[in-house]
């Protein structure tokens, strides 16, 4: 049974940093895709980031392109988010996600597994 935990959402002043993480368990993530999504309230949920875990090949949404990273740990199974330079319109709740066929999207129904999602709140 594939899992996937979030962790280390939280609050923070605008200009400071969080890293989140994704533990991945129930499947060889390998060949996977694994990416960010995040919802703000009374928005619908979009795309953060995504990394093709194989190659380690990432891609980010335009908003937090240069603020954002999605590096991995593979002994771990766990995928980040690192962010930096966090505005107001960070508010939301993360979502962890995983692709089986690592396509590297950024459309949400090309993730087969979800994780429960961690609030992130930037106070400004």
């Known amino acids: 049974q594939v899992q996937l935990v979030e962790s280390g959402g939280g609050l923070v002043q605008t200009g400071g940093s969080l890293r989140l993480s994704c533990a991945a368990s129930?499947?060889?993530?390998?060949?996977?895709?694994m990416g960010w999504f995040r919802q703000a309230p009374g928005k619908e949920r979009e795309f953060v980031a995504t990394?093709?875990?194989?190659?380690?090949?990432?891609y980010y949404a335009d908003s937090v392109k240069g603020r954002f990273t999605i590096p991995r740990d593979d002994t771990k199974s766990t995928v980040y988010l690192q962010m930096n330079s966090l505005k107001p319109e960070d508010t939301a709740v993360y979502y962890c996600a995983a692709d089986q066929y690592s396509s590297g999207s950024s459309y949400q129904h090309e993730y087969d597994y979800w994780g429960q999602g961690t609030q992130v709140t930037v106070s400004s």
């Open positions: 990394i093709i875990w194989s190659t380690g090949r990432t």
């Open positions: 129930g499947r060889t993530f390998s060949s996977y895709g």
